[in-house]
C-alpha cells in the first residue's frame, strides 16, 4: 500500500486530473494544485506529451505529492510511466494484466469498474483503489450497494459527475475519494484560475465531511 496516497488521500480525498496538459505549463498548474491543498495529480495519457509531464511534475514535486498517470491501456505504457517517476496508474477498464505490471513496476493501480464482477476482478488482480467511471452514470446508491460485497480494504474512487457539488451525498454512501478533472483544469486556464478552484473544492469537500 502506498503510504503517501493513504495520507494524502485521508487529508483531501481528491485525484487530480490535468487531462490535456501541455509539458511548458505542467509544473506551474501542479504547484497551483498542491499550494491549494489537493496532493494526487493524474496526467491522463492521451494528454500532449504525457510522459514528459509526468516526469516533469515527478522531479518537481514527487518529494511533496503523489503523481501518475491516467488512460492507462497497456503493459508497455505501464513501463514508460514507471520510467519516468509515475507512483499511480488509472485505468479507464478493468484488465488484470495491465493491473499487475502496474504493481510489478511499484506503482498503485487504480482501474476503472462499473460492475461487481468488474470490482472483484480489479480486486483479485492486486488492485485495492477501485474507480466506478463514470460515477454520474451509476449514482451514489451504486458505491453503497457494491461496498457492501467487497472486501473492507478495497477503497472506492468516484470519477466522472462526482465531485465538490454533490461530495456529501457520495461521501454519505462510502466513497473514499474522488478523481476531479474539468472543474480543476481543462486547456488554456491560468495556474490562478486553477488554484481558486482547488481551494474550492477543498473547502467544499471539508464542509461536507
Known amino acids: 500500500?502506498?503510504?503517501?496516497?493513504?495520507?494524502?488521500?485521508?487529508?483531501?480525498?481528491?485525484?487530480?486530473?490535468?487531462?490535456?496538459?501541455?509539458?511548458?505549463?505542467?509544473?506551474?498548474?501542479?504547484?497551483?494544485?498542491?499550494?491549494?491543498?489537493?496532493?494526487?495529480?493524474?496526467?491522463?495519457?492521451?494528454?500532449?506529451?504525457?510522459?514528459?509531464?509526468?516526469?516533469r511534475l515527478s522531479i518537481d514535486l514527487g518529494e511533496d505529492c503523489v503523481i501518475g498517470c491516467g488512460t492507462l491501456l497497456t503493459e508497455e505504457d505501464a513501463k514508460r510511466v514507471a520510467k519516468v517517476g509515475g507512483q499511480i496508474a488509472v485505468t479507464p477498464n478493468t484488465r488484470p494484466s495491465v493491473i499487475k505490471k502496474a504493481i510489478s513496476l511499484g506503482m498503485t493501480p487504480m482501474p476503472g469498474w462499473s460492475t461487481p464482477t468488474e470490482a472483484f476482478a480489479a480486486y483479485r488482480a492486486g488492485a485495492r483503489y477501485l474507480k466506478l467511471f463514470p460515477a454520474s452514470s451509476f449514482g451514489a446508491g451504486h458505491i453503497?450497494?457494491?461496498?457492501?460485497?467487497?472486501?473492507?480494504?478495497?477503497?472506492?474512487?468516484?470519477v466522472g459527475g462526482a465531485g465538490a457539488h454533490n461530495a456529501a451525498e457520495w461521501l454519505a454512501a462510502g466513497v473514499d475519494g474522488f478523481g476531479i478533472g474539468s472543474d480543476i483544469y481543462k486547456p488554456g486556464r491560468s495556474a490562478e484560475d486553477v488554484h481558486q478552484r482547488c481551494k474550492d473544492i477543498v473547502d467544499a469537500i471539508n464542509s461536507a465531511r
Open 144 to 158: 453503497k450497494a457494491v461496498k457492501a460485497v467487497l472486501p473492507s480494504d478495497a477503497k472506492i474512487l468516484a
Open 1 to 55: 500500500m502506498n503510504i503517501a496516497l493513504d495520507t494524502w488521500l485521508e487529508k483531501m480525498p481528491v485525484v487530480a486530473i490535468i487531462r490535456g496538459v501541455q509539458p511548458n505549463e505542467v509544473v506551474e498548474i501542479g504547484r497551483a494544485i498542491h499550494e491549494a491543498g489537493i496532493g494526487v495529480i493524474e496526467v491522463p495519457l492521451n494528454s500532449p506529451e504525457p510522459f514528459e509531464s509526468i516526469k
